[in-house]
């Protein structure tokens, strides 16, 4: 440290740095990277059977294009290892720009994709890998300030401030939507297949570069470095994390299940499930799905004032068990009319809105705090990958075969999972405090 700064840490005392400050840089960033997610996703149902899969039916082009949709979730855990390295041996500047360049250059990248017709398999091993490039970038583009966040929040203020990252989820998915919607009203069926769909993979780019300028201002700040450095939020190795805090990284992962699995089959699956059942236009669906994430962004700034009053882990638990009410409809509501649909949806954001605004760090107040920073990077990407990654293929494919009890089933499992981990978390809790 240079005798500036230690004449400022002596004369200004343990660095304290404003909660809201934080949030922006959190919903920005969160913002940015779902963003990027959404569109993949979105474009999965729309265009990727047709443009990389036109060998098969609409159904099974929509099963291998979710395949490649889950490849980033399995390389987000290696991506989070990798950059903590980076992290190490250059700092986090160099670690954030590394990370949301490759996550731009990853996006962009697809655009220029040509499909299955001009160059055959290599079109599809293209996409793989630009969707694993993806998932390690998301990995790395952990920045800590949700961590920072919740450290230097006041401690009555906690579950408001902790869902506020949680917005980029929402605002991301509506941004995408709108996004793709225009493109999709205002072009024609052939321009909008041929090169209107990649109009928001360059825009991912463009936002990324915004969002990194806006996260390293903050992240490489004189007050946010000294804050890191007292708060003791360390890229710790993650061969020590898993050695010393393994069992509080998979009990986080799944005291989460219920939210994250609900994720993907209420922003993701309805599309790709109406598209194949043909009971509702492209853009029908899409407008309902804006309206839900506008729900659903409601609902998630519901869930700090839900929080605040009964608690975090009790809001969790309780809205994994309505999650598991709500399931036992869906065969009634997506298998019905329109409206029935439409309801499943809003419903369905309206619930992932409270029970994801408080998922983050459900648990993550157990590591010790030199763990944190890593423990909770982890924690969310292990969560993604049990919950999330594989909820479309998995809820289209079965639905198709079995029918939408699949649906149910699955969510389910994310319920008991996440009721089993609280439990066990709290026995864990109350023997350490006797």
């Known amino acids: 440290m240079s005798h500036t700064l230690q004449a400022h840490a002596a004369h200004s005392g343990p660095a304290s740095v404003a909660p809201n400050e934080i949030a922006v840089g959190v919903v920005i960033g969160r913002t940015s990277e779902y963003f990027d997610f959404f569109v993949y996703g979105i474009a999965s149902v729309l265009i990727f059977p047709q443009l990389f899969f036109p060998f098969t039916g609409q159904l099974q082009g929509m099963l291998y294009a979710f395949s490649l949709f889950a490849l980033a979730f399995v390389a987000r855990p290696f991506g989070t290892a990798l950059f903590m390295w980076i992290q190490r041996q250059w700092g986090r500047g160099v670690k954030l720009t590394a990370a949301l360049f490759l996550l731009g250059t990853a996006t962009a990248g697809i655009a220029f994709l040509p499909g299955y017709e001009k160059i055959g398999g290599y079109a599809i091993a293209l996409l793989a890998l630009l969707r694993i490039m993806q998932g390690v970038a998301f990995g790395g583009s952990w920045d800590g300030l949700p961590s920072l966040l919740a450290l230097n929040a006041p401690k009555e203020r906690r579950s408001w401030y902790a869902m506020i990252g949680q917005l980029g989820a929402p605002l991301g998915f509506v941004i995408a939507s709108a996004l793709f919607l225009y493109l999709y009203n205002s072009l024609s069926a052939p321009d909008f297949l041929g090169w209107g769909w990649r109009y928001p993979f360059f825009v991912a780019f463009a936002i990324n570069v915004v969002a990194l300028f806006a996260r390293l201002r903050l992240v490489l700040g004189e007050e946010y470095t000294e804050a890191m450095q007292e708060k003791s939020l360390e890229p710790i190795r993650t061969t020590e994390m898993v050695r010393e805090q393994g069992y509080n990284i998979f009990i986080g992962s799944f005291a989460a299940l219920a939210s994250y699995a609900l994720f993907h089959v209420v922003t993701i699956f309805p599309l790709s499930w109406i598209a194949f059942q043909g009971s509702q236009t492209t853009a029908q669906v899409l407008t309902v799905q804006i309206v839900g994430g506008f729900v659903g962004i409601l609902a998630t ?112 499992s994310g319920v008991i999972c996440t009721l089993l981990a609280l439990a066990v978390n709290q026995t864990l809790v109350d023997q350490s405090e006797d």
Request: proline share 3%; glycine share 14%.
């Open 301 to 412: 700034i519901g869930s700090g004032w839900i929080a605040a009053r009964i608690g975090k882990r009790t809001t969790v638990g309780a809205l994994a068990a309505v999650i598991g009410v709500f399931s036992l409809l869906t065969p009634l509501l997506m298998g019905g009319s329109p409206a029935m649909q439409d309801t499943f949806i809003l419903l369905g954001f309206a619930l992932l809105g409270v029970s994801y605004g408080q998922a983050s760090g459900t648990v993550t107040a157990n590591f010790e705090r030199r763990f944190r920073y890593t423990g909770a990077a982890l924690t969310s990407d292990f969560a993604w990958l049990f919950g999330a990654a594989f909820a479309p293929l998995v809820a289209l494919g079965l639905s198709a075969k079995f029918g939408l009890l699949s649906v149910t089933v699955y969510l389910l």
